[in-house]
């Protein structure tokens, strides 16, 4: 059970370094390491909660089990975070099942998300045409001290259809980017070289992408009837009626003041992992909460082994004031919140005096007066024109910027994560020394009007015809 804790711990803890200094913001760390407790959280409660020693090993086994089969990223990540708490958690686990390819509901060989290796980018070229595919969304992102970049390419098929399917997208996630340059004449056409040591994309007539490697995942109902799809479909097993594997995740009731506090707990992961939409991730209080539940798994453990019923109640209410108490007044409040509505337990913590004035936002990105003269790239995004589900999108930009402290405050406070976006950019140009660090930023309009902004003398140029999103400030 030790080990079940440890692991929701570390996740807190990942989570406070991946946001300590939004120069290197790590949203993808943020998003994966609560991402574990969606469907994790209720069973590690329920595992805690028994003070016999026994039940709550062989329950929390069981839970590690349920989560290790959730996939080879999952398993890779409870192992890795395991042994830096100092577990060997593959002495616990059944041996790691290997890869099948799967069929869909129709009985399709579905595809598989492949390494960008020569051989892989070699099958590719067969079946569709890489020469005249298009880009319709790229992403270039900190991740902590490394540079990612996830790009969506529309190309068309080789192979006949038997009937009207919309466009083949191949999506490539990249790691470790060296080398950006991208404008919008760079969006027609592409070369995939995929070398032993480095990636390389190039777009266009002058768009690049390097990187130390990266992954693909073709998105096409179709794929089946491509060379490639029909060489998988001769090795792939039918589709059966079931995997073997639990439907839904290990676990049981819960006591009332333990189903409490899983619920805040709960609630709080997904308020984390709403940072994987860059739109609102300037808006999640990302430290405070990790803050506020520092220690959660130890502290679950401790109350989940007391002997006796009522003792247990106590404890669990006990540790949801201690994480009221981490938390400040701020989130006190929006805990009574979550507590009353979700759990239908307002009576546990008070609802803290009102302040005179409106208190200041909970996250650290409250807009302020005035553009600032410096920021750091977090994030730089392109989306093209396109119809999605019969919805006609129009081309967008967004940006996720790191900014100083506001004028109002110390020099030496933390930084400032704001997101911008706009639509239909006149213009849009990134190259990797906008990733450069803190520079200069220059606003040339008004935010609500055409409006440009220049971060470190050109390396990122995006003009907004018709402003915004909100200001830089």
């Not at 266009?204 to 029909?230: K, V």
Request: aromatic residues 6%.
């Amino acid at each position: 059970m030790s080990v079940l804790a440890a692991l929701l711990d570390r996740s807190l803890e990942q989570m406070t370094e991946a946001a300590a200094d939004v120069r290197v913001f790590d949203r993808e760390t943020i998003r994966a390491a609560s991402d574990v407790w969606d469907n994790n959280l209720f069973p590690l409660f329920w595992a805690a909660s028994t003070s016999s020693a026994d039940e709550r090993d062989r329950r929390a086994t069981t839970v590690l089990e349920w989560m290790a089969g959730l996939g080879e990223r999952r398993r890779g990540w409870m192992t890795e975070q395991a042994a830096i708490a100092g577990y060997d958690i593959e002495s616990l686990l059944p041996p790691a099942k290997p890869h099948t390819p799967g069929r869909d509901y129709r009985g399709h060989v579905m595809t598989p998300q492949c390494r960008l290796t020569r051989q892989n980018v070699d099958e590719l070229v067969p079946d569709y045409d890489l020469a005249t595919a298009s880009v319709r969304h790229l992403q270039v992102e900190r991740a902590g001290t490394r540079l990612t970049a996830f790009l969506q390419l529309v190309t068309d098929r080789k192979f006949p259809v038997d009937e009207p399917a919309p466009p083949a997208v191949l999506n490539v996630w990249l790691d470790g980017v060296t080398d950006i340059a991208f404008g919008l004449s760079d969006t027609q056409g592409v070369i995939l070289d995929a070398g032993v040591r480095e990636v390389g994309i190039s777009l266009g007539p002058g768009g690049r992408l390097r990187a130390a490697g990266g992954e693909y995942h073709l998105d096409d109902r179709s794929w089946h009837l491509s060379t490639a799809g029909r060489r998988a479909d001769a090795v792939t097993p039918p589709r059966t009626g079931g995997s073997g594997r639990l439907v839904r995740p290990p676990g049981g009731d819960l006591s009332s003041d333990a189903h409490a506090a899983a619920v805040l707990l709960h609630h709080s992961m997904l308020e984390l992992r709403s940072v994987r939409y860059a739109a609102h991730a300037d808006r999640v209080p990302v430290l405070k909460l990790c803050r506020a539940f520092s220690g959660a798994g130890a502290a679950i453990l401790a109350a989940g082994s007391q002997r006796g019923a009522r003792r247990r109640e106590a404890a669990f209410q006990d540790v949801i004031r201690a994480w009221a108490g981490q938390g400040g007044p701020g989130l006190t409040r929006w805990f009574v919140a979550v507590l009353r509505e979700q759990a239908g337990r307002p009576d546990i913590i008070e609802t803290p005096r009102a302040p005179e004035r409106t208190p200041p936002s909970l996250t650290d990105g409250s807009p302020v007066s005035g553009t600032p003269s410096q920021a750091a790239l977090v994030m730089a995004a392109w989306t093209a024109a396109h119809t999605d589900y019969q919805t006609e999108r129009p081309a967008a930009a967004q940006l996720q910027l790191a900014l100083p402290p506001s004028t109002d405050k110390s020099s030496s406070g933390p930084w400032r994560l704001r997101t911008v976006g706009c639509t239909e950019p006149n213009s849009f140009r990134l190259h990797a020394a906008a990733f450069q660090g803190p520079g200069p930023l220059v606003q040339v309009g008004k935010p609500t009007t055409a409006c440009s902004l220049d971060l470190h003398q050109g390396a990122l140029l995006v003009a907004a015809g018709a402003g915004w999103s909100a200001s830089v400030g």
